[in-house]
Nanobody, 125 residues
Framework: QVQLVESGGGLVQAGGSLRLSCKASGRTFSYYAMGWFRQAPGKEREFVAA????????YYADSVKGRFTISRDNAKNTVYLQMNSLKSEDTAVYYC??????????????????WGQGTQVTVSS
C-alpha cells in the first residue's frame, strides 16, 4: 500500500524558512503527480503547491507564489516544499499527497488518493 511520511515541520519566526520532506513508498513514485496541502485551525484544508511526475511543471496557490518552492527527487521517492519568508498565516498542518492516477499536477484535492499524516508548521510573529 502507498505510504507517505512527512518531516521537517516545526516552529519558526516570521521571515524564516523551513523545508518539508515527504517520502513515498508502495508504488512507482515517478509515475504520479504530488501535491502539498495545508489546514489551519478552524479552516478547511487548502491547496498549496503541486508538481508533475517529472518535476518540470509546478503550480502554486497565489498565497505562496514566490515564497514556496515544490520539487521532487524521483531517485529518492521524495517530494519537498521549501518555504521562505514565512508569515504567521502560514501556520497550519501541512500534508503531502499523491494523485490517484496520472502524472499531471492538480489543485483538486479529490484527485489525490493518498495522504501523509501531516506535519505541524508554526510561524511566530
Amino acid at each position: 500500500q502507498v505510504q507517505l511520511v512527512e518531516s521537517g515541520g516545526g516552529l519558526v519566526q516570521a521571515g524564516g524558512s523551513l523545508r518539508l520532506s515527504c517520502k513515498a513508498s508502495g508504488r512507482t513514485f515517478s509515475y504520479y503527480a504530488m501535491g502539498w496541502f495545508r489546514q489551519a485551525p478552524g479552516k478547511e484544508r487548502e491547496f498549496v503547491a503541486a508538481i508533475n511526475w517529472s518535476g518540470k511543471s509546478t503550480y502554486y496557490a497565489d498565497s505562496v507564489k514566490g515564497r514556496f518552492t515544490i520539487s521532487r527527487d524521483n531517485a529518492k521517492n521524495t517530494v519537498y516544499l521549501q518555504m521562505n519568508s514565512l508569515k504567521s498565516e502560514d501556520t497550519a498542518v501541512y500534508y503531502c499527497a499523491q494523485k490517484k492516477y496520472g502524472g499531471n499536477w492538480s489543485a483538486d484535492q479529490g484527485e489525490y488518493g493518498y495522504w501523509g499524516q501531516g506535519t505541524q508548521v508554526t510561524v511566530s510573529s
